[in-house]
């Protein structure tokens, strides 16, 4: 199924959750170590699946990826997955949707901490329910990025030097988001609206949802962003 699709539904399905009423957890708290070591791999692909809570990604591993998950009942323990496939890393870390369904989100602790690899390109998948996130990319070699938001706030930093392009597809919720973009570095911004509220600081509008920073013109390396923005409200700015 398509990922835009399942965002979409997860949104829907994350906002009944939200308002409605729900199974307490009462597990005391834990907490998993998340670490996947390095190898031969000379790229890696790696999907993000939180179903709702806290998401923080830096950068800083020493390892492809490390950090901790901390969270109410174990059955929220995470699932890591990694692959080596043609010297390019798949890993996967996520939860079974299935255990946030008919649970207040209001009694659920689930707060990723994450820290990625600076040292090899990155393709970044990052699906999130009913979470704040918050992903300071900045120093990553990202090459692609895409985020399908549902419900809750926001920020995806990118700002920095990058000594290569970037395709990034942005599918934003319910909520409050913001998208930090270097100065220095070619930006153009193909822009969907929902039924929100979008701000372009600094950007230069060329018509048709299309939008540019100054340095796009003469650059040799662009961040290339694809967005659909939801309900809310979104921030394009430049650091």
Same mark, same amino acid.
């Given at each position: 199924?398509?990922?835009?699709?399942?965002?979409?539904?997860?949104?829907?399905?994350?906002?009944?959750?939200?308002?409605?009423?729900?199974?307490?957890?009462?597990?005391?708290?834990?907490?998993?170590?998340?670490?996947?070591?390095?190898?031969?791999?000379?790229?890696?692909?790696?999907?993000?699946?939180?179903?709702?809570?806290?998401?923080?990604?830096?950068?800083?591993?020493?390892?492809?990826?490390?950090?901790?998950?901390?969270?109410?009942?174990?059955?929220?323990?995470?699932?890591?997955?990694?692959?080596?496939?043609?010297?390019?890393?798949?890993?996967?870390?996520?939860?079974? /949707?299935?255990?946030?369904?008919?649970?207040?989100?209001?009694?659920?602790?689930?707060?990723?901490?994450?820290?990625?690899?600076? /040292?090899?390109?990155?393709?970044?998948?990052?699906?999130?329910? +009913?979470?704040?996130?918050?992903?300071?990319?900045?120093?990553?070699?990202?090459?692609?990025?895409?985020?399908? +938001?549902?419900?809750?706030?926001?920020?995806?930093?990118?700002?920095?030097?990058?000594?290569?392009?970037?395709?990034?597809?942005?599918?934003?919720?319910?909520?409050?988001?913001?998208?930090?973009?270097?100065?220095?570095?070619?930006?153009?911004?193909?822009?969907?609206?929902?039924?929100?509220? +979008?701000?372009?600081?600094?950007?230069?509008?060329?018509?048709?949802?299309?939008?540019?920073?100054? +340095?796009?013109?003469?650059?040799?390396?662009?961040?290339?962003?694809?967005?659909?923005?939801?309900?809310?409200?979104?921030?394009?700015?430049?650091?």
């Amino acid at each position: 199924m398509n990922k835009k699709i399942v965002g979409s539904m997860i949104a829907a399905s994350f906002l009944v959750i939200a308002t409605g009423c729900g199974t307490f957890f009462d597990g005391k708290d834990e907490s998993s170590t998340i670490l996947i070591e390095k190898d031969k791999a000379d790229e890696l692909k790696l999907e993000l699946n939180i179903g709702a809570g806290e998401l923080h990604v830096t950068d800083g591993a020493a390892e492809w990826t490390e950090g901790t998950i901390e969270y109410t009942n174990n059955k929220l323990k995470p699932d890591i997955t990694y692959k080596l496939k043609d010297n390019t890393g798949n890993a996967l870390i996520e939860q079974d /949707d299935g255990i946030f369904k008919n649970i207040n989100l209001g009694d659920v602790k689930n707060n990723w901490d994450l820290k990625l690899t600076n /040292d090899i390109p990155l393709e970044l998948t990052v699906n999130a329910g +009913a979470s704040e996130s918050n992903l300071d990319l900045k120093g990553l070699q990202i090459q692609d990025l895409e985020v399908n +938001a549902g419900v809750g706030d926001m920020t995806i930093d990118l700002s920095g030097s990058h000594d290569e392009s970037i395709n990034a597809s942005l599918h934003m919720g319910v909520g409050e988001s913001t998208i930090i973009l270097p100065k220095d570095v070619g930006v153009k911004i193909e822009a969907s609206n929902g039924i929100g509220k +979008a701000d372009f600081d600094g950007f230069i509008s060329k018509g048709n949802g299309i939008y540019v920073n100054e +340095a796009y013109e003469d650059a040799e390396v662009v961040i290339n962003l694809d967005t659909e923005l939801g309900v809310g409200k979104a921030t394009f700015k430049m650091e």
